[in-house]
């Protein structure tokens, strides 16, 4: 096992944490953490499933009642303790993000950055839960609206940002009074388990937030029947979505779904198109192309098609490829083999329909799962790159002749995450932005992603927002009291 050099070796956890305690598997099981960029066998995991499941669930109920008894400044002031604990041990998550999911350090540092700042957002909206009164009808009653929280929550997790996708459900859960079992991505789960050993050094009582690691079908199946589990907060595929509204449907559970994306990136003739090669820079390749906001189609219109192209590949060039501890890398490895393959299948499919290969398009001479960033030109909407998530380091370039032209094919898709375009007309850009289905939109930004802003999306992308100041109201019911 490759030995990971923390600062604060005690971050690096082999238990899973469940009800206020640091436990192995019933069955003494474990699984297997690799470093994508290596192989090397970095740590192991308890391989738990739903009996350890249903205790951690018990264990959050018990909890729940002193928990929301506890006033909004206590839960509060846990929270900024460990939002600054996770400042403090910012390198460390770091490290460990990087060896366990592959991302350049100085991504990792910003996620870490990006995901304490939901736990510093959500420490300032546990404060501000507010309700209301109204004008009674009846001159004997008064009419009050307040704001409690769902209860026991359950969070299941992707590997692609496994700090961020886990603090922005577990900081509002824990700021609204509700407590929370997690079950991270098998690949990531050394990010969940150090964040829980933080939060519990800030104050979080035994009970308010557990993770459990191993059998995703066993922990899901077990936190989805569960009817002491009120709310199901999930980020990942529309496809594993699907299966677990479904599993949740027969407890009618509240439901935040945060699902996938195939985000377009429109390039009009009227764009500053270094500012447009910068966006498309940072919303593409951003950890390698593995994020569910990555620009997934390029469209550019035809009179700037070639500039642009042009200028993309020279800023794509400029990029190194590596292990993501390496000074100056920019683009790690995929997270592995499957991912590796779906992005060959990909541009094989554009290729063999009649795109081109403009850059890159093949294995990366490092081997193992790092492939060229890559850039395919004269791509069109036959194409399987059209409408499946890449989720790996490839641009694929259409055309567009009209604004009309460049928003349908904007929208010719089942998902509705975010969308970008670069235009310096303010008409159109009053246009297209009420002309996009989608739940984000970058204008002549990038990079959107934000704790204060609403995140989310629309169609086969999910429902409901996470962050923001809508971001605590999925963890609350809305109570009226008719009082005589
Ligand atoms: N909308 C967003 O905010 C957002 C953010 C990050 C990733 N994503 C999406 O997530 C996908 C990539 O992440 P991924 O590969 O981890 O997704 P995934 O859906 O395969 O897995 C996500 C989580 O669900 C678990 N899981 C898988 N099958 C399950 C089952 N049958 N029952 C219970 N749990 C199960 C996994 O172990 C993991 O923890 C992409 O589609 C990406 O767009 C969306
Ligand atoms: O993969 C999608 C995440 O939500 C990434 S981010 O929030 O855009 O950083």
């Not at 420490?123 to 769902?150: L, N």
């Not at 308010?208 to 936190?223: C, D, H, K, Q």
Request: overall charge neutral; hydrophobic content about 45%.
């Amino acid at each position: 096992m490759t030995q990971l050099v923390l600062a604060d070796p005690s971050l690096l956890r082999s238990h899973a944490y469940v009800d206020g305690q640091w436990v192995v598997a019933d069955s003494g099981a474990t699984l297997e953490v690799c470093n994508p960029a290596t192989g090397a066998l970095i740590a192991t995991v308890p391989d738990m499933g739903a009996e350890e499941t249903r205790r951690a669930i018990a264990g959050a109920s018990r909890a729940l009642k002193s928990w929301r008894a506890q006033t909004a400044e206590a839960r509060a002031a846990v929270l900024r303790r460990w939002f600054a604990l996770m400042q403090q041990h910012q390198e460390d998550l770091a490290q460990l993000m990087t060896a366990e999911q592959g991302k350049p350090l100085a991504e990792a540092r910003g996620e870490i950055a990006y995901a304490a700042s939901y736990i510093e957002w959500f420490a300032e909206e546990a404060r501000r839960i507010y309700g209301s009164t109204v004008p009674s009808p009846w001159a004997d009653k008064q009419i009050v609206v307040v704001r409690e929280p769902v209860g026991v929550c359950a969070a299941i997790t992707p590997w692609n940002f496994p700090a961020a996708m886990i603090t922005r459900k577990v900081a509002p859960a824990l700021a609204s009074g509700c407590t929370i079992v997690v079950k991270p991505a098998s690949q990531t789960p050394l990010s969940a388990l150090a964040m829980v050993e933080l939060a519990v050094r800030a104050g979080v009582p035994a009970g308010v937030f557990s993770v459990l690691t191993g059998n995703a079908r066993a922990i899901g199946g077990a936190l989805t029947a569960s009817p002491d589990v009120r709310k199901l907060t999930f980020t990942g595929s529309t496809e594993i979505g699907r299966v677990l509204a479904a599993q949740c449907a027969p407890t009618l559970k509240r439901m935040s779904l945060e699902l996938g994306g195939n985000a377009p990136f429109i390039v009009f003739e009227d764009a500053d198109l270094d500012a447009a090669v910068e966006g498309a820079m940072v919303s593409k390749y951003r950890n390698t192309g593995q994020t569910c906001v990555c620009a997934n189609r390029l469209l550019v219109h035809e009179k700037v098609y070639d500039a642009f192209a042009a200028k993309l590949r020279v800023a794509v060039q400029a990029m190194r490829v590596g292990n993501g501890v390496e000074e100056g890398v920019a683009q790690g490895p995929l997270i592995d083999e499957p991912s590796l393959a779906k992005v060959e299948e990909l541009v094989a499919d554009a290729v063999a329909l009649g795109a081109t290969v403009h850059m890159g398009g093949r294995r990366h001479a490092l081997g193992g799962t790092f492939y060229e960033p890559t850039i395919l030109t004269g791509v069109t909407p036959a194409m399987r790159i059209a409408r499946e998530e890449v989720f790996g380091p490839v641009a694929p370039l259409f055309r567009f002749g009209s604004d009309e032209e460049a928003v349908r094919m904007a929208n010719d898709t089942e998902f509705g995450l975010a969308a970008y375009f670069y235009s310096r007309d303010h008409q159109r850009i009053r246009r297209v932005s009420a002309a996009l289905e989608y739940g984000m939109v970058g204008i002549n930004s990038g990079l959107i992603s934000t704790a204060v802003a609403p995140f989310g999306g629309v169609k086969q992308s999910g429902m409901g927002r996470e962050g923001g100041a809508v971001g605590i109201d999925e963890y609350l019911d809305t109570k009226y009291l008719c009082i005589a």
